[in-house]
Each structure stands twice: as structure tokens, then as C-alpha cells.
């Protein structure tokens, strides 16, 4: 049960993360290599907020308002002066944005761990189904379906949604119609960051706070985007689920092969279906 | 023409006053550099063929570069094999592992093959670090790393082995200039220019994408190997994305798919990696400035900037 639970809970928490990357590579065609360092960022200032408040909910609330500022800076001063270039070009400059942002937080915070608990309400474990489960993963699976939930919501049922689809689809069309492009990539690139530091802060009374954790979540991220196909962010919630479940039930039984069977699943997926497991043709976002 | 031909000469003689510049100069910290820029060079030099030629961005070429001062390391202090044939070895190696990397990552196109390199390259530097701890001492990395045995030179003395860096540095840059200008490079470029249109005239584009990437494999394996003599030791930095983020880096701040842009940026690297790093701990952050800033003003490097002037200020002056 344990382990249903750590392998939902891990896929949900990569999914937020997965979700935003593939937001933004539908609207952009950027893939936007700094979404790890956001995270990483997300997580640090919950650490932050929770020493200066003693609130874990504060920083729940502040960190992906913060972060989305920040997207939407990068957005705006960086990525948009190149999109009539190589796409090359913008993955060089999100890659130069790690650079920059892992600087600050070491300029910050330092080399040292940080620790973040869980708030008090959820540090008991409860019991289900027979079974102790921590119930801050629970928290995180019902808090992660409920984001999801809401951005398919946003994405299907409402006219933000439908402009953003539009745009993704055929920007051209949508400028015609007198929409501003060039602002819905702003707003989806800021919604993006905004949901890669909940994701940071969402985890970060699971792990250690450091400075490379945004690297090897990024990783993960990737192989999602992949295994899930290009772009598409239905295919991208069963991808991180399925990952999930595959690193908790390698965490269970094969410790010290769990990043191999991550690995072993992202070159099945390219050996069977290189456009990605979950991929029906022309879907996209 | 000429006017491309007169700054391709000046960007030559630039590059030569920084590889030859110990001959004149003495001092100890500027031959470090200089030994650290000519190794760096083959590496970028390699990487401009999949690069800047071929129009492949990889991330994964710290793999092949870790791979190859692995394999020195290994092949020399454990099996007692010889400086040079290690080093080809290294090379060889290299190239290999390209190939494998290619026969996955070449299944997604574009932006996709850039997170393909990188996870794979992610892999093997987990690999090196974890599972095969006996192999490459973990995360202590190997030392003892020998240096090449040749003619009784005593290549121990940086400025011995200046010389045979510096021997291999040309060997690495004619080879990539023949290359270049070869039909297999024209093919490259074609490939680059428009894929499809290159498939249908009747190059076989996978073929030739696989071709380059195991070259620059060998660039790489060669270039990593030296490092590792250079500095003694070997560690799974070497392995690390970081590793194939600052190839990139000088690439790109040099000056992509031209032959001595690379070599240039990789000179900016390494003295903004020396100059900077003394005066400040962030230094790696302010690089990533640079580099930002660079990739939204410059998207030609230094290479190109010496184009811009030319045609701002020329003698030519006509547009």
C-alpha cells in the first residue's frame, strides 16, 4: 500500500513539473532547460518562508507567484527577442538562465542543506487500508490531482484555455484575430514557472534542499515529456504516473537500480514508439 | 570573398598568437592556460563539426569526454598499456560510445535529440559514479594519470608537453578543416540546411548525422584523454552536464559552424574561468550572463562580431 501511495504521490509531484514543461513547449516550442532550477528555486523559498513565518502554507502560496514573476521576466527580456530564430538559440538561453539562477541561490542560501518539514497538521501518519502511510503524501497526491484537475479544467472548459490551445495550434490565426500573442506566451511561460516552484515547494519537506536537485529533476522531466510524447500533457500524466510507480517500486525492491529501470523505460519507449507511448497522431497540448 | 577571406586570415593568426603565445612568453600560469586552451580546443573543435556543421545540438558530449579520459587512465595504470596507443584507444572509444548515442537519440529530431544526449549522458555519469565504483574510483575519481613517453622527452614539464598538446591540436584542427571542406562536409551542411531536401537528392541524412556525431565522438575521447594527462587525474566532473554545457558555451561565445570560432571562445572560457574565478567565487553565474547575453546579441560569436564590424566599418562599407 505503502508504495502505491510514495509511486502516486512521486508521479503527481513530477507530473506539476512535467505538466508546466510541456505548457510551455506547446505555446513556445521552447524546452525550457531552467524548469529544474524553478523548482529548485520554489523549494528554497519555501525553506525560506518557513523560517521567517513558521508557515508552511504561506510559502505554498508565495513561491509560484514569485516564480512566475521571474518566468515572466525571463520571458519577456530573454526568449522574446529570439523567436525568429533557431530554436536552438532558446534552449542555449534557458540553459544560460541555470547558470544564473543556481548563482543566486548559492549567493542566497549558501552550499548548506536545508531542511523543510511538513506542516504540523499533516506529520502524523495515518492508517489506510490496514496499512501507516505518511499522510503528507496523501496530501500531495490529493493536492497534486487537484491541481491537475484545475489545469485541465482551464485548459478545456474555459476561454483562456481555448486561446491558449488556439495559440499553440496556429499563432498566426489567433494574432488575426486580434489577440495578443506575444502576452499569452508571457502569461503560459509565467504559468509554467509558477507551477515548477509548487512543485519545489510541494516536495521540499520530502527532501533535502540543494542545489542540484533541480538537475536531477529535470532528468526525470525529460524522460516524461518523452515517454509521454512530444508536447502532449495528457500523455505527460500517465508518463509521470507510470514513472512514478516505476521509482517507487524499484525503490521497494531494487535500490540501487531504480534510476536504471527509469532509464530501461525511456529506451523501450524509443525502441517501440519513438513519438511516445501515450502519442495518438495530431494531439497536441 | 576576399573580404571573407581577409578576416578568416585574421581570426587564423589570432588563434596562432594564442597557441604559440608560450613560445615568446614564459611563465608558468599563462602555459597552464595555454595547455588548458589547446585540449579545450580539440574538444570544441569537434563538437562545431556536429554543432555548428551538421546542425545537431547535443548535450551529451561530456560522456564521450569522460569516457575517454577513463579509458586512458585505465588502460595505462591497470593494464600497463602505452601513452599513445591509449590515447587512440581513448579516442576510438569515444567514437564508439557516439555511435551508441546516436542510434538512440536519432530516433527524435531537433530539441528532442538535445534531451536525448543529455539523459544518456546522464546515465553513464550515474553509471561512473555508482555501479562501476571498483572501475573508476566513485566520486574520488583516479589519479596517477601518466603523461605521454616519447623520444626521452620529458613530457612532465608543462613545457614539454605543450609541445606535444600543441602537435595534436593542429593534427585535430587540419583534420576537421579537411573535413569541412570535403564532400562528406558539404553533405553536412546540405543536411543541415534543409534535411528533407537532402534526403531526396539521395544522401542517406542518418548515415551521415551518425558519421559525424562518432567523429566528434573521437574529438571528444581524444580531448578528454589529454585533459586527464594534463591534470593528472580524473574525476566524474568530467563526465558531468556541466561538462557539455561548457563545450557548448565556448562553442556558441566563439562562434558556431566556423573552423577557428571555437577555439576563440573557448580562449574567452577559459580566461573569463581564470581571470574571473580570482577575483570572484560567483564566477559561473556571471559566465551565464555573458552567455545570455552573447546568445541574444551575438548569435555569431566573436567570429561573427569581427564580420559585423567589418561590414560596419570596412574598407567595404557598401552593404
Known sequence: MSTIVIGLSMGLLLFLLAAGLTLIFGMLRVINFAHGSLYMLGAYISYQVVQLTGSFWIGLAIAPVVAAAIGALMERLALRPVYDRDHVYQLLLTFGFILVIEEGVRIFWGLDYKQVSPPALLSQPVELFGSSVPSYRLFIIGFGALVSASLFVMLDRTRYGMVIRAASGDPDMVRTLGISVSRIRTAVFAIGAGLAALGGVVAAPLLPIELGMGFSVIIDCFIVVIVGGLGNIRGAVLAALLIGMTRAIGYTYAPSWVDFLTFLLLIATLILRPEGLFSRKGRTA | ?319
Open chain 2, 1 to 319: 570573398m576576399t573580404a571573407r577571406r581577409s578576416i578568416q586570415a585574421v581570426l587564423a593568426m589570432v588563434v596562432a598568437a594564442i597557441a604559440l603565445a608560450p613560445l615568446v612568453l614564459p611563465g608558468d600560469s599563462g602555459l597552464h592556460l595555454v595547455n588548458l586552451i589547446l585540449i579545450w580546443s580539440i574538444f570544441a573543435v569537434g563538437f562545431d563539426l556536429v554543432f555548428g556543421i551538421a546542425g545537431m545540438l547535443s548535450f551529451g558530449h561530456a560522456a564521450m569526454f569522460g569516457t575517454g579520459a577513463y579509458a586512458l587512465t585505465l588502460l595505462t595504470t591497470r593494464m600497463g598499456w602505452d601513452f599513445l596507443p591509449a590515447l587512440g584507444a581513448a579516442g576510438i572509444l569515444g567514437g564508439l560510445l557516439a555511435l551508441v548515442f546516436s542510434f538512440f537519440a536519432m530516433r527524435a529530431a531537433g530539441l528532442f535529440f538535445a534531451l536525448l544526449t543529455l539523459a544518456l549522458a546522464q546515465l553513464i555519469y550515474i553509471l561512473a559514479g555508482s555501479k562501476l565504483r571498483d572501475l573508476t574510483g566513485g566520486v574520488d575519481g583516479l589519479g596517477g594519470v601518466p603523461r605521454p613517453d616519447l623520444f626521452g622527452v620529458d613530457f612532465y614539464d608543462d613545457g614539454n608537453f605543450y609541445f606535444f598538446l600543441l602537435g595534436m591540436f593542429v593534427l585535430a584542427l587540419a583534420v576537421a578543416g579537411v573535413l569541412r571542406l570535403s564532400p562528406f562536409g558539404q553533405a553536412l551542411r546540405a543536411v543541415k540546411a534543409n534535411d528533407v531536401r537532402a534526403e531526396q537528392i539521395g544522401f542517406n541524412v542518418q548515415r551521415l548525422r551518425q558519421a559525424v556525431f562518432a567523429v566528434s565522438g573521437i574529438y571528444a575521447g581524444i580531448s578528454g584523454a589529454l585533459l586527464a594527462s594534463l591534470i593528472f587525474y580524473v574525476s566524474p566532473q568530467m563526465l558531468h552536464w556541466t561538462t557539455s554545457g561548457d563545450v557548448v558555451i565556448m562553442v556558441l561565445l566563439g562562434g558556431m559552424g566556423t573552423l577557428f570560432g571555437p577555439i576563440l571562445g573557448v580562449a574567452l572560457f577559459e580566461v573569463l574561468r581564470e581571470g574571473l574565478s580570482t577575483v570572484t567565487p560567483y564566477w559561473y553565474g556571471i559566465l551565464g550572463l555573458v552567455f545570455i547575453l552573447c546568445t541574444i546579441f551575438m548569435p555569431h560569436g566573436l567570429a561573427g562580431l569581427a564580420q559585423q564590424l567589418r561590414q560596419r566599418f570596412g574598407a567595404g562599407g557598401r552593404r
